[in-house]
């Protein structure tokens, strides 16, 4: 579900009561727990999303307070007026009736957080210039505007004004080059990566490429997603070095030559784990808060010592990424803290 239905004045709210399994409608509102409302009285259910997130995983987990004793809190919309709902929120209503079978309009949603965009990406010049020249790149795969948490509109600004920028900077690019790879780069490249493509199709291990990927997926989101501890990092970039060990022996399901996608996404899980240990490793580092990187070991944000980008370069002959910093222009808006609690509020 989109954050939009907190917009419109979705309420999130969980029984009071652990086990409590009853028909959502048929629970009286003194025993509902408004969570988001009653930590956050000031903003309520538009908290931001990161402090929304973290607050449903402290229901979830630390409460043990999940509907059905499962991972999901109510994002309840009943008390609006349906021709609002249709006008406002009528796409995403319909995509949950379908897929659930219940018409959020009568009865709560069923949601918990999930994973919806990446926040970092390839470092970009003003000209949405790679550090490659020649190769340009803009929205969500490149590493500015995503702010604290990639609030709404931040990617708006990331593909239709990186966009705008990368377009005519690659054209004047290719205009300005003298002569078309009189060096032999694109054929020197294009035999390095048949030859990453043979290496695939030739390769006998006894690792499935799908179930290291999942084991990926599952290593990441336990440690690197909404709460960050040091310790866990470290196991967790252990781990990363661990499967790309056994990506090593993988055995390809498919070794045909014609569309042949097995080959593209091993190809993709290699780069996978290389970007997953820049993250793991990125974040162990950063020791503070900021915005979705809370460590609760550092709670609070440190521009003194981490108002700056951190940067990663592959390192092909470590096999592993390198890292440094660079500090982040906050000349025109200098940055200040974000308050939410009542007791913070001026
Ligand atoms: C449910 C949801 C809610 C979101 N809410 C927000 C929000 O509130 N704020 C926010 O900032 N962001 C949000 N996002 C993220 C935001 O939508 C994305 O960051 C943004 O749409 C990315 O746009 P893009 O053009 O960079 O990439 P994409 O829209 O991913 O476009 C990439 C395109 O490249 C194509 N492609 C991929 N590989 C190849 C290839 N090899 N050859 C040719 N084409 C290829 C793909 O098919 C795709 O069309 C949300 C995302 C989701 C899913």
Redesign the pocket.
């Known amino acids: 579900m ?2 939009s239905a907190r917009g419109e004045g979705g309420r999130v709210w969980v029984p009071r009561t652990q086990g409590d399994n009853r028909d959502p409608k048929s629970i009286p509102e003194s025993e509902r727990w408004y969570f988001l409302e009653e930590w956050y009285p000031k903003y309520g259910n538009l908290v931001p ?1 990161d402090v929304a997130t973290r607050a449903i995983f402290k229901v979830v987990y630390e409460h043990n307070l999940g509907i059905d004793g499962k991972p999901m809190v109510y994002l309840d919309l009943t008390h609006i007026d349906r021709k609002i709902l249709d006008k406002k929120l009528e796409g995403i209503l319909e995509i949950y009736e379908k897929f659930v079978g219940d018409d959020p309009r009568d009865t709560p949603m069923k949601i918990f957080p ?1 994973m ?3 926040m970092g990406g390839l470092w970009v010049d003003y000209k949405q210039s790679t550090n490659i020249p020649g190769i340009y790149s ?4 490149e590493y500015q505007y ?1 702010g604290a948490n ?7 600004v ?2 239709i004004w ?2 705008f920028i990368a377009g005519p900077s690659a054209v004047q690019y290719a205009r300005g080059l003298q002569q078309s790879d009189g060096n032999g780069y694109f054929e020197a490249e294009r035999k390095r990566q048949l030859e990453i493509n043979d290496g695939l199709m030739r390769a006998d291990g006894s690792e499935n490429p799908f179930l290291l990927w999942r084991e990926l997926g599952e290593e990441m989101t336990k440690n690197c997603t909404v709460i960050r501890y040091n310790k866990n990092l470290q196991q967790c970039d252990a781990k990363l070095v661990e499967l790309l060990e056994r990506f090593q022996k993988i055995n390809l399901s498919d070794r045909s030559q014609w569309a042949n996608t097995t080959v593209a996404f091993a190809r993709q899980l290699y780069n996978m784990l290389q970007l997953s240990r820049v993250i793991a490793q990125g974040a162990a580092m950063r020791d503070e808060s900021r915005g979705a990187h809370y460590k609760p070991d550092f709670p609070d944000r440190d521009d003194k010592n981490w108002l700056k980008t951190t940067k990663a370069t592959f390192a092909p002959d470590a096999d592993e990424p390198k890292f440094e910093f660079e500090p982040v222009d906050v000349s025109l808006i200098p940055p200040r803290p974000r308050k939410y609690d009542v007791s913070d509020w001026i």
Do not use: D, I, K, P
């Open positions: 989109s954050e999303r999930g919806h965009y990446t803009a929205g969500e795969s995503h990639r609030l709404g509109a931040n990617s708006l990331s593909c990186g966009g």
